[in-house]
């Protein structure tokens, strides 16, 4: 399988990026293909141009959409991995979803409304936060980031949502073992999600 893992941390040193690294090496040594996608590292522009909306005079997708269309075109399974800040994904996430995966590649208009154009697509999502797992529940901050972002994304372009998986209680003075056995977590999603190619 091909996986496109799409990271949105600015600081190339974080956690995140430590996740988003470990997560494709494990898909790595279960014989699949993983691209990582930094955005911040790319200097990916998550405003959405008035040319790119479809309905706009003259429109047409930039050159940084049409390179990432092609690499989620080619992709099996897309893994998004973002903190939470103030509970929801960063701007950059949103920006990116408003610019790729926006009418005309994941989804068309029909006369029903819209059509899903990326069913079959498998969907995972990996999210970290300061706050300890137990008030992320507490609260319903992870099932409303859920609804509104993971299932709404894939209802409207046909996604299968496998699991998004929550890390928290993440800070900077977290102790190395600790590190350690969070990133054994992700290894161990991966592998539960995925089969080793050729077994």
């Not at 409303?144 to 372009?157: N, P, Q, T």
């Amino acid at each position: 399988m091909k996986h496109a893992v799409i990271l949105a941390h600015p600081n190339p040193a974080s956690f995140n990026a430590a996740v988003a690294r470990t997560y494709v090496a494990a898909l790595l040594g279960l014989g699949h293909q993983a691209e990582l996608r930094d955005l911040y590292a790319m200097d990916f522009d998550p405003r959405l141009k008035a040319s790119e909306i479809p309905w706009a005079e003259g429109f047409a997708p930039a050159t940084d959409v049409v390179a990432e269309r092609a690499v989620i075109a080619q992709a099996d399974a897309i893994a998004f991995v973002y903190p939470f800040w103030f509970n929801f994904p960063p701007a950059m996430i949103k920006g990116y979803v408003e610019r790729v995966f926006g009418m005309g590649f994941g989804y068309e208009a029909s006369d029903v409304g819209t059509r899903p154009l990326m069913t079959g697509k498998l969907v995972v999502s990996i999210t970290t936060s300061g706050a300890p797992n137990a008030w992320i529940d507490q609260t319903g901050a992870l099932q409303r980031l859920r609804a509104g972002f993971d299932d709404h994304l894939a209802s409207v372009c046909g996604f299968a949502v496998l699991e998004h998986l929550h890390l928290g209680a993440i800070t900077p003075g977290m102790r190395p073992d600790a590190g350690e056995a969070i990133l054994s977590d992700v290894t161990a999603m991966a592998e539960r999600l995925y089969r080793r190619v050729g077994s």
